[in-house]
């Protein structure tokens, strides 16, 4: 008999393709502050809050402004990104995801979200996937942004798994470094030097196969 581990998908970069819309919709508002934002910088922003990004771009830039301005370039920023969701489909979900998503619930593995999104919800319901996740915690649910590990354990309690027992799939450092300090298992997902910290990495998903997954299940 299969054993019980909870599986635990971020979503931006990890699941969809959104990692580009958030960076290009940062990027607008770093050139109109005329701070120099690239996509090396954008890797410091992966994974983090919406508030928390502006802050370090911010920082970047070594540029101040009043919190009325912070709430007017948080609110742009937002309505430019999700300008690019707008005809978002399931053609945006990742190779190899959904051999990877069916493969678990075949297995009958639970599976939760981790984001720190505000917008997950609707994403898996535009990309059509929000049925495959038996919990989902995001932005709106939690109070410590990754590195934190908060959003992880939260999933792992919300599925009923233990911490040891749960697997995390991430794209960013900070999640790779949340889901370590859980003492869960990371998977980076991307480039193997930047994700150096997780305990196992894929280019994406389409390297990882069933065998692969089933030591998972049975470790
Ligand atoms: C993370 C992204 O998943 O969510 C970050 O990696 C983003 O880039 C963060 O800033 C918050 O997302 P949103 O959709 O609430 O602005
Ligand atoms: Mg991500």
Redesign the pocket.
Known sequence: MNRKKAFIF????VIVDT?KY?FLAWKKIADGLGIDFTLEHNEL??????VR?LDIILELGKVEVFQEEKDKLLVQK?ED?LSYLVDMDESEILPGVMPVLNFLKEKNQPIALG?????AKPILEKTGILSFFDAIVD?NDVVNAKPDPEVFLHAARLLNVDNEDSIVFED?VAGVQAANIAKMISIGIGDKETLHEAQYNFKDFTEMNSTFLEFLINE
């Not at 922003?45 to 919406?50: D, I, M």
């Not at 984001?115 to 917008?119: F, G, I, L, T, V």
């Open positions: 971020d979503l931006d970069g990692a958030h922003l992966k994974g983090v809050s919406r990004s937002n990104y984001s720190a999104s505000k917008n932005g960013s």
